[in-house]
């Protein structure tokens, strides 16, 4: 451990030697190199405008499909307007039908055991707004209100009752 550093040295000391080179020529000439520089971009080319025609057959077939797809959904939407036209058709024949005083008074007639009337009479009642003219009175605050309330009521519950026994008449 206790020993000195030695240096190692080389017999020689001179820098090593290079091996001889020399220029050689490719075997081929500077025409085929074009040549063949040339075909490369031809080839390049040629996949290009096949990457671009392959696209756009793609792209039409893509188009064409959606427009066949459109097409199909523009008859089935033809066909059903037709379809709820004729419903409608059909069901303003029947509201017609229905609705028609003929049938009405046969109703009432039948299902109801409603005949003519023999002779009408008319109740006339004071307008909400002319009550106090009409009469000569002022009536009380909440009177006109409660009339046309009561009116009403009354209509409704004909109604009620008249649309419900039709109704009825027509599933005997």
Known sequence: MGEAARRISHARTATPARPALRVVRGGRSRARARADAR???????LVVFLVVL???GVLRVTLAAHAAEA???AWEL???VK???LVARTLEADRSALASPSRIEAVACQTLNMQRPKQVSYLQLPSAAGFDVVQGATPPADSPGVLVTLMDL???EAQVMLVGD???GSLR
Do not use: C
């Open 71 to 73: 097409t199909i959904d």
């Open 154 to 156: 009354a209509a409704g």
């Open 166 to 168: 039709v109704g009825l």
């Open 78 to 80: 033809r066909k059903e």
């Open 54 to 56: 392959a696209s756009a």
């Open 39 to 45: 075909a490369a971009h031809l080839f390049r080319a």
């Open 83 to 85: 379809t709820e036209r």
